[in-house]
């Protein structure tokens, strides 16, 4: 609490201020762990929260739908004596719901082991002292979680960027009940429809840095891929957004990565025109993280570039 350590004996604990502590562990990510850390935003508190698993955002989804206005990650450490010995425990969840304090443990039901079960009664008993409700989750029912993940979805209010929510619904109600396929239901719409496709190229590899054929001279490149997404406008050949990625293979255990987003313009002048472009070298060993960091980017370009295109080939369309 406040950037130090606290020590409390159990007696005491229902008065600790403990909606005032931090995590006790950090939610770290590193190449090759087995679990899954995150941050989980929760509609109900307005804020990020610390999770370490899959499981452990499943539990956060559901407190949303709970209504919990205050969740804590990891709220505090418990150290407890027992027959064999002693022992320490870190809860994963403290939520207020109604009122309320819930004292959470998430661990799958065929991972529970017998030091886990010691450590769930030692939790359960300090709950019970403070006055607080205690689970184990240790798994859904067949069916909640895929509903909560999908009502999940639309729990958050969206923006309609392309001021086109209405359409669709004005053409589908057009038909009086006949059939209608989505290609006819995306033409009725003021956005022209479009085409997405993947190809395995290295077209974001600039041609100077290409890999040469075997006996030309300049630098080493032992091996080269990449792929590139297509978002073509309809009708075909008329205006298209390309998103590339590719790795080069170098010496001394490196790589080289490129990204790039391009538009084309299908017009009498064929006209491409470069929109971003990145260019990343790392060691194998900083692989991961960079591929991470650079697709990201990547996806963040073209998102943003998303309205652009579509005026633009709003524009191509109609000439």
Not at 52 to 74: G, I, P
Not at 271 to 290: H, I, L
Request: neutral net charge; aromatic residues 6%; contains cysteine.
């Amino acid at each position: 609490m406040g950037g130090g350590k606290v020590c409390w004996p159990i007696r005491d604990m229902a008065h600790v201020p403990v909606l005032s502590s931090r995590p006790m562990r950090g939610f770290t990510w590193r190449a090759k762990q087995r679990h899954r850390p995150g941050l989980e935003v929760t509609a109900s508190t307005g804020r990020k929260h610390g999770l370490e698993s899959l499981e452990e955002m499943r539990l956060l989804v559901a407190l949303d739908f709970l209504r919990a206005s205050e969740v804590l990650s990891q709220p505090f450490r418990l150290d407890f004596e027992h027959a064999g010995g002693q022992s320490w425990h870190i809860p994963d969840f403290l939520a207020v719901i109604g009122g309320g304090m819930w004292l959470l443990d998430v661990r799958p039901m065929e991972l529970i082991k017998e030091e886990d079960a010691l450590k769930f009664a030692a939790a359960r008993e300090v709950a019970a002292a403070c006055g607080w409700r205690y689970s184990v989750v240790a798994g859904w029912r067949p069916h909640v979680w895929s509903i909560l993940d999908h009502l999940s979805s639309r729990r958050r209010s969206t923006r309609d960027l392309l001021g086109m929510r209405d359409q669709p619904l004005s053409a589908i109600g057009g038909q009086q009940g006949q059939a209608m396929t989505f290609s006819e239901l995306a033409g009725a719409t003021s956005v022209p429809a479009t085409t997405v496709d993947t190809h395995s190229r290295t077209q974001a590899i600039p041609r100077k840095l290409k890999q040469r054929s075997p006996g030309l001279s300049g630098e080493t490149i032992y091996d080269q891929t990449g792929y590139m997404c297509v978002v073509e406008n309809l009708p075909a050949s008329s205006y298209t957004l390309v998103a590339a990625a590719a790795v080069q293979v170098l010496a001394r255990r490196r790589l080289r990565l490129h990204a790039v987003v391009t538009a084309e313009g299908w017009g009498p002048n064929n006209e491409q025109a470069e929109r971003r472009r990145a260019t990343r070298e790392c060691g194998t060993q900083d692989s991961e993280a960079t591929v991470t960091q650079l697709l990201t980017e990547l996806a963040d370009q073209v998102d943003g570039l998303r309205t652009v295109f579509d005026q633009e080939r709003g524009q191509a369309s109609a000439e």
